[in-house]
């Protein structure tokens, strides 16, 4: 019996697969549980139209994140901190401060987002990344001056 797999089954397949099962195995355990569908020419038409749709849908988001990437790499961002001697930050620069500044220019990025390896406590030039997508990773230059 051939079915059309609809989760990833380490012993079968992968989503999308199209493989050859017992017949108990697919009545009494793939079908009911929903891990698959019969194989039918309407079941493969159907899959092959939302694969169709997810590659549309993943190619416009890839596409809206390097956009959105190469404006933030654009943007300079100048944070001004209080500040002792030696360059010292009292307190300290996180990526809560880094969002807050991007929400205030138009950009609505999560904070969770932005990838500090730890929080900046001197003054100078940092390199902060961006994790927009998967796939795209955004470079900031972030400029932390004495107020």
């Known amino acids: 019996m051939k079915v059309i ?5 380490e012993t079968l397949g992968h989503i999308g697969d199209i493989v050859k099962v017992a017949p108990g195995y697919a009545r009494n355990y793939l079908l009911p549980k ?3 569908i019969l194989a039918t020419e309407k079941n493969a038409k159907a899959l092959d139209h939302t694969k169709r749709q997810l ?3 993943k190619n416009k988001a890839l596409d ?3 956009n959105l990437g190469a404006k933030l790499e654009a943007l300079s961002i100048v944070l001004s901190h209080k500040a002792g001697e030696e360059g ?3 307190g300290a620069v996180t990526n809560m401060d ?3 500044f991007l929400k ?3 950009f609505d990025i999560d904070r969770k987002s932005i990838v500090l390896a730890d929080t900046i406590k001197h003054i100078g030039e940092f390199s902060v990344a961006v994790k927009i997508h998967p796939e795209v990773t955004a470079t900031l230059k ?3 001056a004495a107020a």
């Open 64 to 66: 809206s994140a390097k």
């Open 5 to 9: 797999l609809n989760e990833n089954i």
């Open 34 to 36: 929903k891990l698959a």
């Open 88 to 90: 010292k930050l009292f």
């Open 55 to 57: 590659a549309y849908k």
């Open 98 to 100: 880094i969002a807050a």
């Open 104 to 106: 205030t220019n138009g």
């Open 142 to 144: 972030v400029t932390v």
